[in-house]
Nanobody, 115 residues
Framework: QVQLVESGGGLAQPGGSLRFSCAVS????????MGWYRQAPGKQRELVAA???????SYAGSVKGRFTISRDNAKNALYLQMNSLKPEDTAVYYC?????????WGQGTQVTVSS
């Protein structure tokens, strides 16, 4: 059974930081393209950051320079460090694993950025 379990969401003030983790089981993690997506109320789900199996990263323009994605293949874990948070970062954040036709999602974790 494939499981992607996010943790680390919550409330942050503008300018603050949060760190997400995604614990993955049931797949050969090191083979997968991993990503973080988010969905704000009334908006479509969007890609925030992605990391290939060899560690190459890419970011949405709105988070570049503020967010850092990383992975630990030994621990089957994906991370997202979010700094300089803005109110517009408020959304539900999802962990995603993709390899060929396989496409798995976590349950999502809420981030609210507000003073």
């Amino acid at each position: 059974q494939v499981q992607l379990v996010e943790s680390g969401g919550g409330l942050a003030q503008p300018g603050g930081s949060l760190r997400f983790s995604c614990a993955v089981s049931g797949i050969i993690f090191r083979l997968y393209l991993m990503g973080w997506y988010r969905q704000a109320p009334g908006k479509q789900r969007e890609l925030v950051a992605a990391i290939t199996r060899d560690g190459s990263t890419s970011y949405a323009g709105s988070v570049k320079g503020r967010f850092t994605i990383s992975r630990d293949n030994a621990k089957n874990a994906l991370y997202l460090q979010m700094n300089s948070l803005k109110p517009e970062d408020t959304a539900v954040y999802y962990c995603n694993a993709r390899y060929g036709m396989n496409d798995y999602w976590g349950q999502g974790t809420q981030v609210t950025v507000s003073s």
